[in-house]
């Protein structure tokens, strides 16, 4: 089995696989500070009731924005798995991919990895839409070579700034708004309002513009936590992927064992 470990910078995502299948998906929060021991306790017993044993672990791959959290992970493969960590981007777990932009190593792993899943999943041009901390926007091309992108503030990370900068304001979860009309009669649906369809407007906009600029017909495939939420509302995804990073170290993985 492989297990496959996406630390972003809110959660770190751990999910098994049995071939190409997700047989257990499971997050905790990221913390940086967070030993190897403590990472075991929690995974031990979630593997342990999925009936899993920690030997049926044959392949571990870890794909990190948190440098800090890598050496941790790593002593968990170590000491609990007697794995050597694959990381994603190094050595065998290469990306393989053309990373077309002014400084490529700067590159986040979970957009790289994103980019080999994607277009081993869709063909053509690509734009692939990540929500996460951040909302990262990234143009695959047809060869799959990673053109570039955008990075906008996630729409937690909105909220928290509108919330956290006022007196008055309450704080509300994030949801699609349950009127039809954009000028709201109370401050809760102005503020739910304004966020949502606030950032719904923001991405037609930066998608038409990415289009425009890449001057062939382009898929949209979101990704990430609010993916589907947004799915519910708008019509300019082709493709929805909740596992694309995941898949994308599935990928990884099975080319560095061939």
């Known amino acids: 089995m492989l297990l496959a470990i996406d630390a972003g910078n809110t959660n770190v995502v751990f999910a098994l696989f049995e071939g190409r299948k997700i047989i257990g998906r499971w997050r905790i929060a990221t913390d940086a500070r967070r030993t190897g021991d403590e990472y075991a306790v929690w995974l031990m017993q979630l593997l342990a009731i999925r009936g899993v044993e920690p030997r049926q672990v ?72 990540d929500f996460g901390t951040a909302t990262t926007f990234d143009a695959i091309d047809f060869n799959g070579a990673y053109k570039g992108g955008i990075i906008a503030p996630g729409i937690n990370l909105s909220l ?18 349950q009127t039809t009309s954009v000028i709201g009669r109370n401050t809760e649906d102005q503020m739910l309002i304004g966020v949502f369809w606030g950032y719904v407007a923001m991405m037609e906009g930066l998608i038409a513009r990415m289009r425009a600029e890449i001057g062939r017909p382009a898929k949209v495939v979101a990704t990430g936590g609010l993916a589907v939420l947004f799915d519910e509302a708008v019509d300019f995804f082709d ?8 898949e994308g170290l599935a990928i990884l993985a099975e080319r560095a064992a061939s």
């Open 58 to 129: 044959t392949q571990v791959i870890i794909s990190t924005v948190v440098p800090r959290a890598l050496h941790n992970i790593g002593v968990l493969c170590r000491n609990y798995f007697g794995i050597e960590p694959l990381v994603a981007g190094q050595g065998a777990a290469d990306y393989a991919i053309d990373i077309d932009v002014d400084e490529p190593r700067s590159l986040g792993a979970d957009r790289a990895v994103n980019a080999v899943a994607a277009h081993a999943k869709y063909p053509g041009d690509l734009i692939l839409v």
């Open 239 to 246: 493709a929805v992927d909740p596992d694309l990073t995941i």
């Open 160 to 177: 928290d700034a509108l919330v956290g900068n006022t007196a008055m304001l309450p704080r509300i979860a994030i949801d699609v708004p």
